[in-house]
């Protein structure tokens, strides 16, 4: 916050973010879904044999210097080619880590603070998740560019967006839990920027990209599509009036949600298994989860708050990605009723939203920068993400090894 209200400490600021984000993404103990990823990428299989795992003396809070052995997989999946059994709907993903673990160093590389119960990572390949899907953002703003005072086009550094994008409920919960459809929303923002500035072959690569890294890509995909859509009639008939340009997205984004609750009662119905298997989760199936209700209803509130600050402030990119922002949150609220579902795209939500905050503090508008801010800095409530900075792992920490 320094750094966006006193330029003459900006990159001072921005520098020491990063520094500080850095080392919390380095040292914070390892979520469920990383270990799990970690050992697909060190054994090519997803199934653990927890008997062969204790038989091994492996300690699960213990750093594992070369991996996960093959020899703790559950005999009865430790069949066919390694790595080519598992995720068939994310081709994309399969192969980039059949590959990486060609090269890559498998195990536990630094230490981090663990407890008992969550298990060492393969601390190369997550750096390498993260890697890619920073590359895909800083692809992203080479497309996407603010115009300056001067009316030039000028995209915004690395170390200017870095500390925005770390520190985000997208990147921070995406990138420690939801590995696959973390590196689909990457691309898929490279696909909103694309059709944004209509470099249509850009848009196509991406878009097969996005589908290729998750199963449910093309969903999003047609979100995107339909929503852009709704933007350009929007910018065509309502040209002099804000509100209604603004009503659009939420009406275009309500719509496609009640017809993605349509689709979910026909998977049912059909028992569909991928979609069932989400459908049917209870929304208090881990009581240190927030319910879908109240995650609603505090980001409803934050974008009441945001919206009331910027008022009319018409600003290109931003106000592209202020509509974004209410497209995706009324999306999501059809689907509150699936509170795993709705949780899941709100992943998408959050997504869009770090692009806005990041064009906010870099607006000249105090108004506007002011507004990112407020976003930025309610992050450090977010449910999600407490539950995985200062969890049940820090919890453990604390008690087991100091109190």
Known sequence: MAGVFFPSKRNLALFFSTLILA??????????????????????????????????????ASPIEAGYPVEIVEPRFRTGTPYLQSYRASPLFTWMTKASAEFLPHGSKWSRFQANGFRAVSDS??????????????????????????????????????????GSVSFFVGSQNSIRQFLMLSALLVLIGALSNKRYITAIIFGV???????????????????TFSQQISSKKFTEKRIAQYIAPILSGLLIGVA???CIKVAFALNIQEITQYGLHPDSAYSFRTSAGIKWIAIAALILTSE????????????????????????????????????????????V????????????????????????????????????????????ILVQSYL
């Open 209 to 227: 990209i996005a589908a290729a890294f998750h199963q449910f890509g093309f969903l999003f995909i047609v979100v995107v599509l339909l929503v």
């Open 125 to 166: 390949f997550l750096l390498e998740i993260v890697l890619i899907s920073l590359g895909l953002i800083w692809f992203f703003f080479q497309i996407e560019k603010p115009v300056t005072a001067s009316g030039k086009e000028k995209s915004i550094q690395i170390i200017e967006w870095l500390p925005f994008v770390l």
């Open 260 to 262: 993605g609750v349509f």
């Open 23 to 60: 080392s919390v993404y380095m040292l914070k103990p390892a979520t469920g879904d990383l270990w799990s990823y970690s050992f697909y990428f060190d054994t090519g299989y997803t199934h653990i044999d927890y008997d062969a795992e204790e038989r091994s003396g492996i300690q699960r």
């Open 353 to 396: 939203e770090m692009i806005f905050v990041i064009f906010a503090v870099h607006s000249r508008s105090v108004r506007v920068r002011l507004s990112g801010i407020v976003v930025f800095t309610a992050y450090i409530v977010a449910p999600n993400a407490l539950n995985l900075l200062v969890g049940p792992g820090w919890r453990d």
């Open 308 to 351: 009331l600050i910027l008022g009319r402030c018409d600003v290109a990119h931003l106000s592209r990605y202020r509509e974004w922002r209410l497209a995706a949150i009324a999306f999501a609220t059809p689907l509150v009723i699936y509170p795993e579902i709705f949780s899941r795209m709100l992943f998408f939500y959050f997504a």
